[in-house]
């Protein structure tokens, strides 16, 4: 069955940097689509990133662009999501989140916490 | 792009509840839903409006015309109760989703 991992999240000062990673196992992880969904504490959830299967195509949410970067080594069969420039907002459990129009397989989450 | 649900909605046990989720023109892109129960990620429960993954039981059906989509669970059981999400996808809306609703069964 398919596996998704996060790791990576942890306390963090505003302006800082943190790399989230997703360890994928179970299914052919080059074939599929991925995600990086967030959720506040008490929140909904909010998408934050999308990449295509091959990495070519690329999206992200208006509230991330320009600060966080979504990649992927399908050799490695992980997914990353390199954040910088971090804001209290961005506080949050990120999930690693597989597929296109819809997420079928989530991880468990890693907590990220921008705090001075 | 908003998708907008109610906050909660309240069900008796045995009976059927409907989840709303309203968008311009929704009923021309792609829902899905997620339910979410406290300390745990989601999970997919409807996708492409109608169509149920493997292992979601018959009681969850979906539907999506004009503005609104909806979740519906029939005969609505007490392991039922959580949060509900709804999502949209299409080129143009990449991937945003609703508010949520928090579903009680009593």
């Known amino acids: 069955e398919a596996q998704l991992v996060e790791s990576g999240g942890g306390l963090v000062q505003p302006g800082g940097s943190l790399r989230l990673s997703c360890a994928a196992s179970g299914f052919t992880f080059s074939s599929y689509e991925m995600n990086w969904v967030r959720q506040a504490p008490g929140k909904g959830l909010e998408w934050v990133s999308y990449i295509s299967s091959s990495g070519s195509t690329i999206y992200y949410a208006d509230s991330v662009k320009g600060r966080f970067t979504i990649s992927r080594d399908n050799a490695k069969n992980s997914l990353y999501l390199q954040m910088n420039s971090l804001r209290v907002e961005d506080t949050a459990v990120y999930y690693c989140a597989r597929g296109g129009r819809e997420q079928d397989y989530w991880g468990q989450g890693t907590l990220v916490t921008v705090s001075s | 792009y908003d998708l907008t649900q109610p906050p909660s909605v309240s069900v008796s046990p045995g009976q059927t509840a409907s989840i709303t989720c309203s968008g311009d023109k929704l009923g021309n892109k792609y829902v899905s839903w997620y339910q979410q129960k406290p300390g745990q990620s989601p999970v997919l429960v409807i996708y492409?409006?109608?169509k149920r993954p493997s292992g979601i039981p018959e009681r969850f059906s979906g539907s999506n015309s004009g503005n609104t989509a909806t979740l519906t669970i029939s005969g609505t059981q007490t392991m039922d109760e959580a949060d509900y999400y709804c999502?949209?996808?299409?080129?143009?809306?990449?991937?945003?989703f609703g508010g949520g609703t928090k579903l009680t069964v009593l």
């Open positions: 999502q949209a996808w299409d080129s143009s809306t990449l991937r945003v």
């Open positions: 492409q409006d109608k």
